[in-house]
């Protein structure tokens, strides 16, 4: 297995059995397991285990454990309320969901988020679900369980400028990114961890209608116009999406797409994006 950024892993998870099979034998797994970002499990506490085994779901339980995570908090609950084991045993995990947008959603600008986090796990264990699992686990419907699961809803800003700013007029456009950061850094105060998940201010905008670098200048040569490849020279910015753009900012912009001249600056406004979109979380 190549080499994995710690922040791409998911470490010092524990299955107590029912939920993987060892891909090599096909048989139960119970113990340490870590997993990354997209999805793939492997035996051992992380991937710096030199005998890290890859693990598949069990496809008769769905993927889910039938046993409480022996903790020993767990272990004295169990000693202190016999009765009332089931509530831990059973019921289902809430599974990963990606949020699906319609053009409604972007006429809105904001779409409602859900996530469920896991209790008694470190580190914390944080998924985004859909709306019906969140109603189900917040009135304990019992099709998932709620014993084992906290969860939180929140708004979040898709549309509309990167940063706060003013509008010609000086009335105050809240931007996507500080708008969402302010809601994240409130909701963290309640729901510990989400800070730490939600890392690109902004998922699910469109990246095409987002002005990420502003103020940049070119001298004659180091840009053309897309629409006659007349030479260019002066303030520019560059949206989300990689596209070049005459003017300082997108408000001052006449709607003129440029070109890079070379491939040297080509390579600089590519550095650039990448550099931006980075510290946004976005990549």
């Known amino acids: ?17 029912g939920e993987y099979l060892d891909a090599s034998t096909g048989q139960p797994y119970e113990g340490a397991y870590h997993e990354n970002f997209n999805g793939e499990a ?22 889910q454990s039938s046993q409480v995570l022996p903790s020993s908090q767990n272990r004295k609950y169990a000693a202190l309320n016999p009765n009332n084991q ?38 914390t264990l944080i998924i985004e679900i859909d709306q019906e699992m969140f109603d189900d686990i917040s009135k304990r419907g019992g099709k998932y ?4 699961w906290a969860v939180f809803n929140l ?31 409130k909701a963290n105060e309640a729901f510990r961890g989400i800070k730490q998940y939600l890392t690109n201010l902004i998922e699910y905008s469109v ?24 030479a260019y020279e002066g303030y520019y910015h560059v949206m989300a999406d ?17 070109l890079a001249g070379d491939v040297l600056i080509q390579s600089q406004i590519s550095t650039l994006v990448k ?9």
Do not use: C
């Open 207 to 230: 990246k095409p209608d987002l002005e990420l670098v502003s103020n940049l200048y070119a001298t004659r040569g180091q840009l053309t116009v897309k629409l006659d490849n007349s």
């Open 242 to 258: 990689g596209t070049i753009m005459d003017g300082a900012t997108h408000t001052q912009s006449t709607g003129k797409t440029l």
């Open 155 to 185: 708004y979040w800003k898709i549309t509309g400028p990167l940063y706060d700013s003013r509008d010609r007029n000086g009335v105050l456009v809240s931007g996507i990114v500080d708008t969402n950061r302010r809601i994240v850094d």
């Open 86 to 123: 089931d509530l831990y045993r059973y019921g289902a995990d809430p599974s990963p969901m990606v949020p699906i947008l319609t053009g409604d959603d972007y006429k809105r600008g904001r779409i409602l988020r859900y996530f469920a986090r896991k209790r008694n796990q470190t580190p």
């Open 42 to 63: 492997f035996t051992g506490k992380d991937q710096y285990d030199p005998n890290s085994k890859p693990l598949i779901r069990n496809p008769r339980t769905g993927g």
């Open 1 to 17: 297995m190549g080499y994995l950024p710690k922040r791409l892993v998911n470490t010092n998870l524990f299955t107590a059995g």
């Open 145 to 148: 369980n709620y014993t084992t």
């Open 275 to 283: 550099d931006a979109l980075s510290k946004l979380g976005a990549i």
